[in-house]
Structure formats: structure tokens, C-alpha cells
């Protein structure tokens, strides 16, 4: 099991960017797929997106402008986030699509004036 640990978050107005981070490890990174996850309630986590591309959630828009960046010999994604928008404001987690790892504590953003 490896160990995440996300940073970056913070409280932001509409229109502003933040770039989060998630700390993982090289073997992970080479290994699986990341992804970055916004929590909802309990188990439930809802899926931001991934670098590859291959899952993508079509609600970003309403959230902002995402990007998914990787740092493979840190072991390390990160998530641009720019235009952001209140529908953004959730605590944020990054974990592995297969397997997934002991989730984090997550970081949290507040899109307010």
C-alpha cells in the first residue's frame, strides 16, 4: 500500500486558479493509472479525471478549466484548476484506478468571494 498525501487547496474566488498535489511514489505512478476524485459523501467519491484521458468527467466545465500533470520520478500528479467556478468547492483526492490505495485526507477547495 502506498501512502497519499494531497496539499494545495485552499479558498479561492470565482475566476481563480489553484494547482493541487499528491504525493504518491514512483513504483505507483509506473504501475497504474492516477486520478483525481472529488468526495461527495461517505464511499462516495466522484471521478475528476486522469492524465491519459480515457476518463474524463464532462461536468468539469461547470467547475473550470482542469488539467492532470505528472512528475513520474517524484511520484507525483498534480491538478491544475484555472476559471474556477463554486460548483468546484469539495475536498479533493487523488488515489490509483486498480488498485486502489487507503485514501487520504484529501485537500480542500472553497471557490467564494
Known amino acids: 500500500q502506498v501512502k497519499l498525501v494531497e496539499s494545495g487547496g485552499g479558498v479561492v474566488p470565482p475566476g481563480g486558479s489553484l494547482r493541487l498535489s499528491c504525493t504518491a511514489s514512483?513504483?505507483?505512478?509506473?504501475?497504474?493509472?492516477m486520478a483525481w476524485f472529488r468526495h461527495i459523501s461517505g464511499d462516495s467519491y466522484e471521478l475528476v479525471g486522469t492524465?491519459?484521458?480515457?476518463?474524463?468527467n464532462t461536468q468539469n466545465s461547470i467547475k473550470g478549466r482542469f488539467t492532470v500533470m505528472e512528475s513520474p520520478g517524484l511520484g507525483r500528479i498534480y491538478l491544475q484548476m484555472d476559471g474556477l467556478r463554486p460548483a468546484a468547492t469539495g475536498r479533493y483526492h487523488c488515489?490509483?484506478?486498480?488498485?486502489?490505495?487507503?485514501w487520504g485526507p484529501g485537500t480542500q477547495v472553497t471557490v467564494a468571494e
Open positions: 488515489n490509483s484506478l486498480s488498485p486502489h490505495q487507503p
Open positions: 514512483p513504483d505507483l505512478l509506473r504501475t497504474t493509472t
Open positions: 492524465k491519459d484521458g480515457i476518463f474524463i
